[in-house]
Antibody, heavy 118, light 110 residues
Framework: QVQLQQWGAGRLKPSETLSLTCSVF????????WSWIRQPPGKGLEWIAE???????NYNPSLKTRASMSVDTSKNQFSLKLSSMTAADTAVYYC????????????WGQGILVTVSS | QSALTQPASVSGSPGQSIIISCTGT?????????VSWYQQHPGKVPKLMIY???NRPSGVSNRFSGSKSGNTASLTISGLQAEDEADYYC??????????FGGGTRLTVL
């Protein structure tokens, strides 16, 4: 059974950089894209970016200048950094398996609430 | 990229059928058979219900079905049950190799 476990800082100050990591258990890392998705409180889902096992990335154009993903295949982990955080970036952040390939997100991490406040 | 357009809310009585629409453009919904639907109960993680327009993952009830015509995809839920009350999101692959979600639809079972 595939499991995704994510962690990272839950509270940031404006202008700081968000750093989140997602570990993948029970599945080979290769052959898939791995995504980050976020959901502001009371709002809808927003796809942020994805990466595959050889480090190919795709980014949401609206976040591309601030987002950066990396992968560590030896640990079956992938990470997200989002710079220059503001209150508008306050959201639950999820990691997931899939994105543009496969074109479905069929396994999700537990989500982590990230709050940006001074 | 602009979010796909979904109705903010739909409702139906137990046993009835409802349809949730998801409208995009030829650069996303209309251009590819890569539309997915997710169900999210309050405070819970989204759950994949439909992928590639009309495919159900193992374990998802056959009361859920998907379709597409032109730039609009649809999720149909038949035989509504109280447990179906949730938020539903569509998503699509796009022509610039990204993923775009719809704004979400709140389903109320009356």
């Amino acid at each position: 059974q595939v499991q995704l476990q994510q962690w990272g800082a839950g509270r940031l100050k404006p202008s700081e950089t968000l750093s989140l990591t997602c570990s993948v258990f029970g599945e080979s890392f290769s052959g898939y894209y791995w995504s980050w998705i976020r959901q502001p409180p009371g709002k809808g889902l927003e796809w942020i970016a994805e990466i595959n096992h050889i480090g190919n990335n795709n980014y949401n154009p609206s976040l591309k200048t601030r987002a950066s993903m990396s992968v560590d295949t030896s640990k079956n982990q992938f990470s997200l950094k989002l710079s220059s955080m503001t209150a508008a970036d306050t959201a639950v952040y999820y990691c997931g398996r899939g994105g543009t390939w496969p074109t479905k997100i069929d396994y999700w991490g537990q989500g982590i609430l990230v709050t940006v406040s001074s | 990229q602009s979010a796909l357009t979904q109705p903010a809310s739909v409702s139906g009585s137990p046993g009835q059928s409802i349809i949730i629409s998801c409208t995009g453009t030829s650069r996303d919904v209309g251009g590819y058979d890569y539309v997915s639907w997710y169900q999210q109960h309050p405070g819970k993680v989204p759950k994949l219900m439909i992928y590639e327009v009309n495919n159900r993952p193992s374990g998802v009830s056959n009361r859920f079905s998907g379709s597409k015509s032109g730039n609009t995809a649809s999720l149909t839920i038949s035989g509504l049950q109280a447990e179906d009350e949730a938020d539903y999101y569509c998503s699509s692959f796009t022509s610039v190799s990204t993923v775009v979600f719809g704004g979400g639809t709140r389903l109320t079972v009356l």
